[in-house]
C-alpha cells in the first residue's frame, strides 16, 4: 500500500484484557512512531524506532505497554490488563530518514469498557 | 519549559480574514521544522515543511526564524475548509526521538 496501515481501526476491549495493535509502515521507510492521543488532546509520545537501533521507549506510561518492530518493518504495540485510561487513538507514523517528515496511519480507537 | 510551545487558541476568524500562528521550540540544535493538519477524528496530515528562507503555498505562508526560535504558519483569506487544529512539529535530529509535536492550536473559521 501507498500509506501507513493500522489494524484494527476499531478495538473494543473488556478491563484487564490485553490487546495488540499492529502498524505497517511505508515500505522503505526507517523510523516508526507510536503516538497516543485522548479525546480533545495533544499526541502523546509513546516509543520510536530507528533502523537497527535500540528503541526509544521513554513515552511508554507503564510497563503494561510494549511494542515491537520486527524486520524492520511492521510493529505492533501490546497493552497488557488493559485499564479503562488505556482508551484512546493510537497513531503510528513512519519517516524515511528521521529528519524528515512524518506520515501517519489512520490510528487504531481503543475503547476499554 | 516545554519543547515546543503553541497557543492552543481556540482562534475563531471569520472567512476571508488572515490568521497567524506562532510556535516556539527550546532546542537550538533542531534542525527540520513542519506544519501539520489535524481534522476531528482524524490523523495529522502534513500542510507544509518550513524551509529557512521560508515558503508560500498558495494561501499558506510559513516562516522560521532561528535567531528568536519560532516558527509561524500565515493564512490568507481563511476558508471554512481551513477549520482544523495546527500541529507545530520539530525535528531536533538529537536525543532519542527526533520528532517532537506541539499541541496544536485550533482554528475555526466562521461563515
Known amino acids: 500500500g501507498a500509506g501507513v496501515s493500522q489494524s484494527p481501526s476499531n478495538k473494543v476491549t473488556e478491563k484487564g484484557k490485553d490487546v495488540e495493535l499492529r502498524c505497517d509502515p511505508i515500505?522503505?521507510?526507517?523510523?516508526l512512531y507510536w503516538y497516543r492521543q485522548s479525546l480533545g488532546q495533544g499526541l502523546e509520545f509513546l516509543i520510536y524506532?530507528?533502523?537497527?537501533?535500540?528503541?526509544?521507549k521513554s513515552g511508554l506510561p507503564s510497563d503494561r505497554f510494549s511494542a515491537e518492530r520486527t524486520g524492520g518493518s511492521v510493529s505492533t504495540l501490546t497493552i497488557q490488563r488493559t485499564q479503562q485510561e488505556d482508551s484512546a487513538v493510537y497513531l503510528c507514523?513512519?519517516?524515511?530518514?528521521?529528519?524528515?517528515?512524518?506520515?501517519f496511519g489512520q490510528g487504531t480507537r481503543l475503547t476499554v469498557v | 519549559r516545554k519543547e515546543v510551545e503553541q497557543d492552543p487558541g481556540p482562534f475563531n476568524v471569520p472567512e476571508g480574514a488572515t490568521v497567524a500562528f506562532n510556535c516556539t521550540y527550546s532546542?537550538?540544535?533542531?534542525?527540520?521544522f513542519f506544519w501539520y493538519r489535524q481534522d476531528c477524528r482524524k490523523e495529522p496530515k502534513l500542510l507544509m515543511s518550513?524551509?529557512?528562507s521560508g515558503n508560500e503555498d498558495g494561501r499558506f505562508t510559513a516562516q522560521l526564524n532561528r535567531a528568536s526560535q519560532y516558527i509561524s504558519l500565515l493564512i490568507r483569506d481563511s476558508k471554512l475548509s481551513d477549520s482544523a487544529t495546527y500541529l507545530c512539529?520539530?525535528?531536533?535530529?538529537?536525543?532519542?526521538?527526533?520528532?517532537?509535536f506541539g499541541k496544536g492550536t485550533r482554528l475555526s473559521v466562521i461563515a
Open positions: 518550513v524551509y529557512s
Open positions: 524506532f530507528q533502523g537497527n537501533s535500540a528503541p526509544d
Open positions: 512539529v520539530v525535528n531536533r535530529n538529537s536525543g532519542n526521538t527526533p520528532l517532537v
Open positions: 515500505s522503505g521507510h526507517t523510523a
Open positions: 532546542n537550538s540544535a533542531s534542525q527540520s
Open positions: 507514523a513512519s519517516s524515511l530518514f528521521p529528519v524528515g517528515e512524518a506520515f
